[in-house]
């Protein structure tokens, strides 16, 4: 079961969102406004969140970006803008960092599928971590694992910050060189589902000579989750 956030001013909606994702099996926590909705993200931790476009005191765009600008658990969490008006630009929203829009109304099940789409679900957060596999990385020595994990740990909360510098200057081969260095330290301390994140992201940068924005927002959210799992 994933924890959702939804911030929206409209009753009506919130009725509906709560409804709609409780039955997909996820909780919902709810704001109704945008500084609600930030101040949730400031002190919980979130595998999805749903902003509206239009709110009272901070809007949806200004909400997500006070979360990416700041050191929370939730700067890399997968945001989806909602919104009522057909005139609000797809592409203009993903472009500050929105992996989604939700046009409301918007039917259960395309509402669900997109969900799913950028949620990772329970039997990857199981695989987060694989203490047998570290120990076999290191030859068994428990204290090597516990030092390598802790500087990994280190390594996984100031990449986001490396990576706004790498988009910044869309410069593919440095996120292909610091994935390489990154795929090392998630072998030697036992984080398969990193390893996985890590090859479909360069799949991704192979594939393409622009940043791939979404592809990234779902390897930051892995590195989120795998930092949350470690000590």
Avoid at 12 to 23: K, P
Avoid at 195 to 214: C, G, Q
Wanted: hydrophobic share 50%.
């Amino acid at each position: 079961m994933a924890k959702l956030l939804v911030a929206d001013d409209n009753d009506l909606s919130v009725h509906f969102f709560i409804e709609a994702i409780g039955l997909a099996g996820h909780r919902v926590v709810t704001a109704e406004d945008g500084d609600a909705a930030l101040a949730l993200a400031s002190t919980h931790t979130f595998d999805l969140i749903l902003l509206d476009a239009r709110m009272p005191g901070l809007d949806g765009a200004q909400v997500l970006q006070a979360i990416r600008s700041g050191a929370g658990a939730n700067r890399a969490t997968p945001a989806i803008l909602t919104t009522a008006e057909e005139s609000v630009d797809r592409d203009l929203s993903l472009s500050v960092g929105f992996v989604d829009v939700v046009y409301k109304p918007i039917g259960i099940s395309d509402l669900h599928a997109m969900i799913s789409h950028h949620l990772i679900g329970p039997a990857s957060d199981e695989n987060l971590l694989d203490d047998d596999l570290a120990a076999e990385k290191t030859g068994g020595d428990a204290s090597i694992v516990a030092a390598l994990r802790g500087l990994f740990a280190s390594e996984l909360e100031g990449l986001p910050g490396e990576l706004e510098g790498l988009a910044a200057a869309n410069d593919i081969a440095g996120f292909k060189d610091r994935l390489h260095r990154l795929d090392a330290s998630a072998g030697f301390c036992g984080a398969p589902a990193l390893t996985e994140a890590i090859r479909n992201v360069r799949a991704e940068l192979d594939a393409t000579s622009t940043w791939p924005r979404i592809a990234v927002t779902d390897f930051l959210y892995v590195c989120a989750k795998t930092r949350a799992a470690l000590p």
